[in-house]
């Protein structure tokens, strides 16, 4: 008896980046049937849809699971399956304004190179972070600049890309404040007033590509960094100091890897989850060791042309498809 095709689910954005999932979506779903995918779609309508279209994909028995869009779509995918035991493999097209993940993966940015790491099925087993009773991929922080990512309207993101996050960055910049934070994990217990706390598990954030040097994916850690307290011209050494992966050593910043973290503060802090809101302190982060698996480019082919690190404009600049090619494109 032939074996049966396997079934591909393609959760997509239809509002994602430059909204070129709209133009490219017969071409994409022709690459995936000749590859031998047989994939039905879902197109997804507004804030929280592609949680639940993820979590109908599992109920299903979908053989994968493809989120196609940026990293707020990923999260929200993300969020429908890792609460589920059988757990199907993740393809990721990354067609957003921000494709931080991907870029952690060496997932191509362009739609022919990710569709062709879908249908190689070479999947590498990915921590995932629970965070109360949310997950994230990528990172989680709060503190100063972090709501930044969901501060910028989706529309104006469409319009201008980039240079959305850029306003709003300068915009923000003159008004950074210290919180108060209690930090507590297996091995150390802190209390500080900080600008900014992050709680990463890939090395890729938001255009900063040496922020966790030694961030592991499939480590079961996270890397935890802290900026202290600091006034604006501190601020803004450090961040160019991080641009080049030299902040590590700086007396501002904290650096430590843990699988388990709680985080508590008198003031009202918002969290960052992958670039979303993702409610407010207090917050218990676990480590969910090597939870999803995900595609990725086992070529190792992937190279991202680096942006100029010294430009102090990318102090707001999430890495983006625009201006951000691959070398082997
Ligand atoms: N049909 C839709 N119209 C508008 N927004 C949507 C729609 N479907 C999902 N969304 C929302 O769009 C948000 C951004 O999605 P995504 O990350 O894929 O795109 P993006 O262009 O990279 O934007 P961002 O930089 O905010 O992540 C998601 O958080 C999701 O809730």
Redesign the pocket.
């Known amino acids: 008896m032939a074996e049966r095709a396997k079934r591909a689910r393609l959760i997509y ?5 430059r909204e070129e999932m709209k133009k490219r979506l017969p071409e994409i779903l022709q690459r995936l049937e000749r590859g031998g995918l047989e994939t039905s779609t879902h ?8 949680t639940l279209a993820a979590a109908d994909a599992v109920a299903r028995g979908f053989d994968i699971v493809i989120a196609a ?8 995918v993300i969020n429908g399956m890792a609460e589920k035991e059988n757990r199907p493999p993740l393809g990721i097209l990354p ?5 931080d993940f991907a870029r952690a993966l060496n997932i191509p940015r362009n739609w022919e190179g990710a569709v062709d790491v879908i249908l190689r099925q070479h999947a590498r087993p990915i921590d995932v972070g629970k965070v109360n009773q949310r997950y994230f991929i990528n990172i989680a922080g709060g503190g100063s600049m972090t709501e930044l ?2 501060e ?1 309207p ?1 529309k104006l ?2 319009m201008i890309g980039q240079m959305a996050y850029y306003m709003k960055g300068l915009e923000k910049l003159p008004r950074l404040r210290p919180i108060e934070v209690y930090i507590r994990t297996p091995e150390v217990e802190l209390h500080e007033e900080v600008m900014l706390f992050l709680i990463s598990n890939s090395n890729s954030v938001g255009g900063f590509e040496r922020l966790a040097p030694d961030a592991s994916l499939s480590d079961g850690l996270f890397d935890v960094l802290i900026l202290r307290k600091c006034n604006l011209a501190e601020f803004i050494r450090v961040v160019s100091l991080a641009l080049r992966g030299e902040h590590l050593n700086d007396s501002h910043v904290i650096y430590l890897q843990t699988k388990h973290i709680q985080v508590t503060s008198p003031d009202y802090v918002q969290l960052n989850l992958d ?2 809101f993702g409610g407010t302190l207090p917050c218990i982060f676990t480590n969910l060791p090597q939870h999803l698996n995900i595609f990725v480019d086992e070529t190792g082919q992937t190279t991202y042309k680096n942006n100029n690190p010294l430009n102090l404009m990318n102090l707001w600049k ?1 890495k983006t498809g625009d201006d951000n090619e691959h070398e082997n494109e």
């Open positions: 954005n239809p509002s994602s980046g197109a997804t309508i507004g804030e929280g849809d592609a869009g940026g990293d707020g779509t990923l999260y929200e067609l957003g304004t921000t494709n990512t969901y910028v989706s993101k469409t670039g979303e999430p």
